[in-house]
Structure formats: structure tokens, C-alpha cells
């Protein structure tokens, strides 16, 4: 639920600077110039972030006084390891990022300096991870083993969701204030020729690369009540074709796309919800209910494609969905272990498990085949507390 707070004139001056400072720093997103910045605290409670570059975005202070720049947005994200032994993890009303253990669920790092930190992904040798902040306005890379920040990326106030290719060489951020989408080239750490994408409406972290790496599926959540996902060509830079549009969402939250491309699945956290779309000339889109799931955020699709797994925030449930049929049970979850699970849900490799990330950033460990929450990793934190939207 959204909470409204009244407007006071200082509040309305605050938007309007950041707003501006907003496109100042989108405008010069366009070039990506590479920063070198004093790297994120791995130790120490509240440290953060050295020197912001003046184009970078604002700290998240004002007076004096934390202030996000978006900070009743809430969403959690979630990356595991190649390996599958390590788990990075954190959410927008937390200041920081852990890096856990898989194994015994003990916290290997801490590292402080986030503002807004919105997604996380891991790089596919497992050798460094990145974490975009959309107060701070950047897209970092950080290393593993020593957990310092080595690039920055300033993307402006408002990145949020991020996917990437295979190789790891192509990154793509969305923006929800400004309405873009940034290809940035990893390698050169600069935005392609034409990299920056504009026309759309608020997306956040629903964003996903095809499996044949030829198309970007977008949400746009607009109001919360409404919402489109567009389909973007990133075959080229050059005479981009106009996005494909697929409306009557509601609410649009996570996405999954099936291996073949074929098939599109979408979280409605508005009339709890979930779309099964099928792409092709004809586009079908079907919905189907969740049963008793209330908000629906993920829309998560195993490996072998055998089960759809919906994290339900608000009654705290993962609901496991037949991908061709629609039909679905919540999980087992005797000792009440989900709590307001999201979009942060991950299957292994072999879709033998799953690990579904709380909203105290602790670790719900489930076996797919049993459809059982067999245990918790992690140790409970309370994020401060901030309006659910």
C-alpha cells in the first residue's frame, strides 16, 4: 500500500532541483564518461562513498538529512554466483549490500555507501558483481575478494533495473524518472553510439534480454494501476525499429521470457495477476489468477521451464505456477519462513532449488520437487521503515 504524504513547498523545491539535477546528468549519461571514485566501505557501519562526481547525481542528503531521491519505491534483488555458492543481496530501504554464504548463511561482507540500491548481477566469470543505486545515480561494478568498487558507471538519478548478455559485454539500465534505457558497452565502460532509449514510462526492475540476445522486453509500471511492457530490437544502434507495445497489464512488476522466446510471463501486482503472453505475429495474452496470492512481484521461470514461481508480497507466499496451463498451489511453508517475498527469486542450474530472498534480506531456501521451504540463511535485518509502493 501506498502511503501519501502532504506537500509542503520545501518538498516541491527539493523534486524540482533534483529534477533538474536529473536531466543535466541523463544528458550527459549519453556520453558515459568513466570515473574513478574513492572505492565503497567493505567495513564499518554507515560509511560511505567517497567524492560524487558533479554529474553524478545527488548523495541522497539534504540539509543535512537522508532524503532518496525515490525512496518510496521499494524493491529487493538478488544474485547468485555461477558457482552457486555465494549470494549477493539487498534492497532499496537498506544502505548497504551483503554478500552471504550459500553454504551455512553466514554474512561474508558488508559493504556500505547505498542510498537506493536497487539491482544486482553477477558478472559470468563470477569475478566481480554490479549494483545499481538510483540516488546516487550509478551502475558499480565490484569486485569479489576484495569487494571494492573498481568502475562506476554515472547513469543518473533513477537507474533502477538492469539486465545483461551472456558474455557479460553488454549492460542495459533502466531508468524510471527519466523514462530511458542506457546500452552501456562493459568493456569500454561508455554507452554505445545511440545507447540511450527513450520513451518510456517509469520502468523499474522489470527488464530482461532475450535468450537469443535480439530483443529487450521493458515494463512500464506508469501510475501502478496501468502498465505496458515494450519489446526493443537491439540487433542495432542505427534506425532502431519503433518498440513493440503488449498493454493490459496491471501494476506490472517482474518478467521471465522462455528459452525460445517464444512465450512472456508478467507479474500484476494491481489485480493479482499473472500474464502468460505469447509472442509472435499474433500476440495472446492471457491472464491468470494467483489463488490466493495477494500482490504478485515475481514471475520467475526454473531452467528445465517445468514450474513459474510467483513471490506474493503481501501475504507472503511463492506460489509455483504450470508455465503451459496456468494452474498453480502456494508452497509448503509450515514454519512461516517467506517474508513479503518480491521479484528476488533464483533457480539453480538444475532447477533442483530455489532461493527466495526475504524482505529482512535473510534467504528461504526451497526444494522445487517437494515445492517445501526447507529452511533460512541469513540473519535478520530491519531495513528502516518506509512506505510499501
Same mark, same amino acid.
Given at each position: 500500500?501506498?502511503?501519501?504524504?502532504?506537500?509542503?513547498? +520545501?518538498?516541491?523545491?527539493? +523534486?524540482?532541483?533534483?529534477?533538474?539535477?536529473?536531466?543535466?546528468?541523463?544528458?550527459?549519461?549519453?556520453?558515459?564518461?568513466?570515473?574513478?571514485?574513492?572505492?565503497?566501505?567493505? /567495513?564499518?557501519?554507515?560509511?560511505?562513498?567517497?567524492?560524487?562526481? *558533479?554529474? $553524478?547525481?545527488?548523495?541522497?542528503?539534504?540539509?543535512?538529512?537522508?532524503?532518496?531521491?525515490?525512496?518510496?519505491?521499494?524493491?529487493?534483488?538478488?544474485?547468485?554466483?555461477?558457482?552457486?555458492?555465494?549470494?549477493?543481496?539487498?534492497?532499496?530501504?537498506?544502505?548497504?549490500? +551483503?554478500?552471504?554464504?550459500?553454504?551455512?548463511?553466514?554474512?561474508?561482507?558488508?559493504?556500505? $555507501?547505498?542510498?537506493?540500491?536497487?539491482?544486482?548481477?553477477?558478472?559470468?566469470?563470477? $569475478?566481480?558483481?554490479?549494483?545499481?543505486?538510483?540516488?546516487?545515480?550509478?551502475?558499480?561494478?565490484?569486485?569479489?575478494?576484495?569487494?571494492?568498487?573498481?568502475?562506476?558507471?554515472?547513469?543518473?538519478?533513477?537507474?533502477?533495473?538492469?539486465?545483461?548478455? %551472456?558474455?557479460?559485454?553488454?549492460?542495459?539500465?533502466?531508468?524510471?524518472?527519466?523514462?530511458?534505457?542506457?546500452?552501456?558497452?562493459?568493456?569500454?565502460?561508455?554507452?554505445?553510439?545511440?545507447?540511450?532509449?527513450?520513451?518510456?514510462?517509469?520502468?523499474?526492475? $522489470?527488464?530482461?534480454?532475450?535468450?537469443? *540476445?535480439?530483443?529487450?522486453?521493458?515494463?512500464?509500471?506508469?501510475?501502478?494501476?496501468?502498465? %505496458?511492457?515494450?519489446?526493443?530490437?537491439?540487433?542495432?544502434?542505427?534506425?532502431?525499429?519503433?518498440?513493440?507495445?503488449?498493454?493490459?497489464?496491471?501494476?506490472?512488476?517482474?518478467?521471465?521470457?522462455? =528459452?525460445?522466446?517464444?512465450?512472456?510471463?508478467?507479474?500484476?501486482?494491481?489485480?493479482?495477476?499473472?500474464?502468460?503472453?505469447?509472442?509472435?505475429?499474433?500476440?495472446?495474452?492471457?491472464?491468470?489468477?494467483?489463488?490466493?496470492?495477494?500482490?504478485?512481484?515475481?514471475?520467475?521461470?526454473?531452467?528445465?521451464?517445468?514450474?513459474?514461481?510467483?513471490?506474493?508480497?503481501?501475504?507472503?507466499?511463492?506460489?509455483?505456477?504450470?508455465?503451459?496451463?496456468?494452474?498453480?498451489? /502456494?508452497? =509448503?511453508?509450515?514454519?512461516?519462513?517467506?517474508?513479503?517475498?518480491?521479484?528476488?527469486?533464483?533457480?539453480?542450474?538444475?532447477? =533442483?532449488?530455489?532461493?527466495?530472498?526475504?524482505?529482512?534480506?535473510?534467504?528461504?531456501?526451497?526444494?522445487?520437487?517437494? %515445492?517445501?521451504?526447507?529452511?533460512?540463511?541469513?540473519?535478520?535485518?530491519?531495513?528502516?521503515?518506509?512506505?510499501?509502493?
Amino acid at each position: 500500500m501506498e502511503t501519501v504524504r502532504p506537500e509542503t513547498a +520545501r518538498t516541491r523545491n527539493t +523534486r524540482t532541483v533534483l529534477r533538474r539535477t536529473l536531466l543535466a546528468t541523463t544528458a550527459l549519461a549519453a556520453l558515459a564518461v568513466p570515473v574513478t571514485l574513492t572505492p565503497a566501505s567493505a /567495513d564499518g557501519a554507515g560509511a560511505r562513498h567517497g567524492a560524487v562526481p *558533479e554529474f $553524478g547525481a545527488y548523495d541522497g542528503l539534504v540539509d543535512g538529512k537522508r532524503m532518496p531521491f525515490d525512496g518510496t519505491i521499494n524493491n529487493n534483488a538478488m544474485a547468485i554466483s555461477p558457482d552457486e555458492k555465494t549470494a549477493v543481496v539487498t534492497a532499496s530501504g537498506f544502505d548497504h549490500v +551483503r554478500v552471504v554464504d550459500l553454504r551455512d548463511g553466514h554474512t561474508i561482507k558488508r559493504i556500505n $555507501g547505498y542510498v537506493t540500491p536497487r539491482n544486482v548481477l553477477f558478472a559470468p566469470d563470477g $569475478g566481480s558483481f554490479t549494483v545499481s543505486d538510483s540516488t546516487l545515480g550509478v551502475v558499480d561494478r565490484i569486485a569479489v575478494g576484495t569487494f571494492r568498487v573498481t568502475h562506476r558507471l554515472p547513469l543518473g538519478a533513477g537507474v533502477f533495473g538492469t539486465a545483461q548478455s %551472456r558474455d557479460g559485454r553488454r549492460l542495459f539500465a533502466n531508468n524510471q524518472a527519466a523514462g530511458t534505457v542506457t546500452e552501456v558497452d562493459q568493456t569500454t565502460r561508455r554507452a554505445v553510439p545511440n545507447g540511450v532509449i527513450s520513451g518510456f514510462d517509469h520502468p523499474r526492475q $522489470g527488464v530482461k534480454l532475450a535468450p537469443a *540476445e535480439d530483443r529487450l522486453f521493458v515494463t512500464n509500471y506508469g501510475d501502478g494501476r496501468t502498465g %505496458r511492457i515494450s519489446i526493443v530490437d537491439v540487433t542495432t544502434t542505427t534506425d532502431r525499429p519503433k518498440p513493440v507495445d503488449i498493454t493490459g497489464f496491471a501494476g506490472v512488476r517482474g518478467l521471465s521470457v522462455s =528459452r525460445d522466446g517464444k512465450r512472456l510471463y508478467a507479474a500484476n501486482s494491481a489485480d493479482d495477476s499473472i500474464s502468460f503472453v505469447t509472442l509472435g505475429q499474433h500476440i495472446e495474452h492471457v491472464k491468470h489468477s494467483v489463488g490466493k496470492g495477494k500482490a504478485p512481484y515475481g514471475a520467475v521461470l526454473s531452467p528445465d521451464e517445468s514450474v513459474l514461481f510467483v513471490g506474493n508480497l503481501r501475504d507472503s507466499t511463492v506460489t509455483a505456477m504450470d508455465p503451459v496451463t496456468g494452474r498453480g498451489a /502456494d508452497l =509448503r511453508d509450515e514454519r512461516h519462513l517467506l517474508k513479503g517475498p518480491r521479484q528476488a527469486i533464483t533457480f539453480s542450474s538444475d532447477s =533442483r532449488t530455489a532461493w527466495v530472498l526475504n524482505e529482512d534480506l535473510t534467504i528461504a531456501v526451497v526444494d522445487v520437487a517437494s %515445492r517445501t521451504v526447507t529452511h533460512t540463511l541469513g540473519t535478520p535485518h530491519e531495513p528502516p521503515p518506509s512506505p510499501r509502493r
